[in-house]
């Protein structure tokens, strides 16, 4: 298409919100299927519901089109934030709706004083936005996981330093 003929959706971004849930729970269906449920990033969320104020939804004309959830945690002793559900409906995909999405919430995480966010996710996918994988080892979550998957951003320089141990609700 030629870039004359291009117009940008009108896409909004919000925090999430309560009245979100039933659209956000039918986009996690239709982006994952049943197999959600048996994600080891789903055992965490059991413990530790996501945080509303992290969370972005993207909305257009009304109806939610797009989301991403974090969940405050933490690895060990150290705090950090789990990103995830990340997901977009699938008529709406690569128009730079799932990139919005992952800035603003690490906008958002910032502003809130964390220091780490952290995923389990395709490395092809989540390198742009400065994720990196963590040594196998780092991370232990409550299920099992492609720890090859393990990726984590940094908000504040160093501190990914000396984090290791088991994930687990934020005390
Ligand atoms: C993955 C997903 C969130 C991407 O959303 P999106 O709105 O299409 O993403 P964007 O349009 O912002 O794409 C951002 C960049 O990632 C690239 N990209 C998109 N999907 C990708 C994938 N699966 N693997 C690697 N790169 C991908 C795009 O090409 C784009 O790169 P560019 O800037 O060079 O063009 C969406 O496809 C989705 O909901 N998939 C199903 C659920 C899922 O897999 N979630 C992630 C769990 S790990």
Known sequence: M???LHQDL????????ADHADAIERIAAEAFGPGRFARAAERVRERQPHDPALSVVAFLHGEVVGSVRQ???RIGATPAVMLGP???RPLFTKRGIGRQLMRLAADAAG?????VIFLVGDRAYYEPFGYRPLPVGTVRMPGPVDERRILALELVP???EGISGAV????
């Open 2 to 4: 030629s870039s004359l």
């Open 10 to 17: 009108a896409v909004l971004y919000a925090p999430e919100t």
């Open 71 to 73: 969940t405050r945690v």
């Open 86 to 88: 990340l997901a977009v």
């Open 111 to 115: 502003q809130a004083g964390e220091r």
């Open 158 to 160: 160093g501190a990914l």
């Open 168 to 171: 687990e609700p934020r005390r």
